[in-house]
Each structure stands twice: as structure tokens, then as C-alpha cells.
């Protein structure tokens, strides 16, 4: 639960850590509401329901509404709005069936390839319901990357059963965040840290805030108290993302400041570390050092195998003689 979460933007794809990436494991319905009969301004002694008259030519009163209004009866005599009350009760209760009963588990998925840590957070529920909860966040888990909206359709399957548990709130932020669901997943991360009180989904939260185009509320998650709450992995998150957020506002030399304070020259091979040279690349352009940023570049691709930039594309643009 307190490894770090990886921002998708600039350039990056979201890792595969958290509740609902975990190598193999993870971590509504309105009211219909009445349309009211027509007035029609009827002449004479017709009986009155409501303090209005009647609509019907027999003087008798219309059935009334359940606010106690008389609404139009069909020809049968029974009230239009009580059968599409019914229909879109029906509705309602279907889509939230579908939501509840979320897409198809293999039956070789098993509760036990739930990672330890997530399942004692599941140890509150029922055994039965614990077991079907975990078994959607282990495909949660295994569809993040590939198919994030299938994974979120299984998140929201644990949500139904389960809404109260930090555990699949935050799966549920995390794949609404794979979607590209911005205001969802901040919803969802801000319910799984009013339920477990921690700040380790801060640079995701951040990023959507810079996604929704809220750069300065992007920019607030970089407190003294939050980044006390994240390892060194989510401090560079954070960094990359609120670097974003100052580009965002034209702030690029405080941007570059504020990431070369992080390890850009490590030799070590973390996920971040190609999203922290891309992201110091970016910023050297926007603020016209177009020499240094090519050397970014191309720096990051020396330590981005799996391609999670688009740094090789960026160097083509900027410098187009053969590379190698």
C-alpha cells in the first residue's frame, strides 16, 4: 500500500504499483423523478384536487401524484407518470446490477493472488463477500495496463460491494486515473485518504488536478507535511508533476529548479527515472534552452527501454540528423 504511484503525464504511463497494479493483484442509482399532469384551466363546477380542477371530462378527480398532485390519466385510467416511474426504477436498478455484478472472473482467479497487505485490509468484510471483492481487484490488477476501462468496470465491481474500504476506493482511483477519468480518480483518492489518512496518492492527485486544468491546485500538494508522507520515488513524482504545473503557468525557471533538486544523473534504472530527465528535457525547451534539451532527450532514451516517452519522437523533431 505505500509504494509510490507513477503520473501518466508528460510522457510516463502509470506503473503498475498500487492496490489495483500490484504485479497481478489490486490492492448509484438516482431517483426518478415525477413530471407533473397538464392544467388544463377547466370552466364550471368541476371537483378540484390540489386546489386545481380536474382534468378529466367525467369530473372526477385524477389519480394523484405521490407529491399530491393529480397527474394525466391514460386512456385505461391509470397515471402515465406511475408506469414511467416504474420503467426508470427498472433502469436504475439494472445499471446498477451490471455495475454490481462487473465483467466476468476466470475461475482460475483466486482471492489467495491478492497481495498479503491488500487482503488484511479486506478482513472487515464477510468471508464470501472479502473473497469476491478481492478476486475483482486481482483483475483489476492484471487489466490495468492493458485494458484499463475493463479494470475500472472490476474496480467499480469491488466499490459496490465494498465502499467503505480505502483498499478499493483506491483501486477505483487508480484505474479511473489509467482511463484518463481525471475529476473520477481525484474523487476516488480523496475518499481512499479520508479512510486511511495517508497522502501516497499526493503526485496522482496533483496530476489530475493539472489534467483539469487546476495548475495552482497542482502546485499545493507540494507541502512539507505531504512529501513527509511519501518515499523517495513519490517525492520525484510529486517534483515531475508539480514541474508540470509551473510550466503550465509560465513558470519554467522555477520548474527547472525545482527538478534539478532530484537525482536526474542516478545510474540507477527506477521507473521514474525517464519521466524526471523527459520532464527536465521539456522544461529546458519551453524556457528556450534548446541545446541543453536535446541532451535531455536524449538522455532519456538511453535509459528508457520500455519507450514510456515519447522522447525518441521528440528528438526527431528537434534533431533530425541520424541518430547512433
Not at 508528460?10 to 423523478?33: F, I, L, Q, V, Y
Request: glycine residues 12%; proline residues 6%.
Amino acid at each position: 500500500m505505500a509504494e509510490s504511484r507513477s503520473p501518466r503525464r508528460d510522457g510516463g504511463k502509470p506503473s503498475s504499483g498500487g492496490s489495483a497494479g500490484r504485479g497481478g493483484s489490486s490492492g448509484r442509482g438516482g431517483k426518478p423523478s415525477g413530471t407533473g399532469g397538464r392544467d388544463r384551466r377547466g370552466s364550471g363546477d368541476a371537483p378540484r384536487t390540489g386546489g386545481k380542477p380536474s382534468d378529466r371530462r367525467d369530473g372526477k378527480a385524477a389519480p394523484a401524484r405521490r407529491d399530491g398532485k393529480p397527474s394525466s390519466p391514460r386512456r385505461d385510467g391509470k397515471p402515465y407518470e406511475a408506469r414511467r416511474d416504474r420503467r426508470q426504477e427498472d433502469g436504475d436498478r439494472t445499471a446498477a446490477q451490471k455495475i454490481y455484478d462487473g465483467p466476468p472472473i476466470p475461475d482460475d482467479v483466486s482471492a489467495s493472488d491478492l497481495d498479503k497487505h491488500a487482503r488484511q485490509a479486506l478482513q472487515s468484510l464477510p468471508e464470501k463477500l472479502a473473497d469476491k471483492v478481492a478476486r475483482h481487484l486481482v483483475m483489476a490488477g492484471m487489466l490495468i495496463a492493458e485494458d484499463p476501462e475493463t479494470a475500472h468496470k472490476h474496480a467499480l465491481a469491488a466499490r459496490a460491494r465494498a465502499t467503505r474500504t480505502g483498499l478499493v476506493r483506491e483501486a477505483c482511483g487508480e484505474t479511473a486515473y489509467a482511463c484518463g477519468k481525471w475529476a473520477e480518480a481525484l474523487s476516488e483518492f480523496r475518499a481512499a485518504r479520508r479512510m486511511t489518512g495517508g497522502y501516497i496518492y499526493a503526485p496522482m492527485m496533483a496530476d489530475c488536478e493539472r489534467a483539469l486544468k487546476r495548475p495552482d491546485k497542482a502546485i499545493a500538494y507540494d507541502t512539507t507535511e505531504i512529501r513527509s508522507q511519501l518515499d523517495d520515488a513519490g517525492q520525484i513524482e510529486l517534483s515531475i508533476v508539480v514541474a508540470g504545473a509551473r510550466r503550465d503557468q509560465g513558470q519554467y525557471d522555477a520548474a527547472i529548479r525545482l527538478l534539478e533538486t532530484e537525482p536526474l544523473h542516478t545510474k540507477g534504472r527506477g521507473e521514474w527515472v525517464p519521466r524526471l530527465r523527459y520532464a527536465y528535457a521539456d522544461s529546458l525547451l519551453a524556457a528556450g534552452r534548446r541545446d541543453e534539451a536535446i541532451e535531455w532527450f536524449h538522455r532519456t532514451v538511453a535509459v528508457d527501454g520500455n519507450k514510456t516517452t515519447d522522447a525518441e519522437e521528440r528528438l526527431a523533431e528537434l534533431d533530425p540528423r541520424p541518430q547512433g
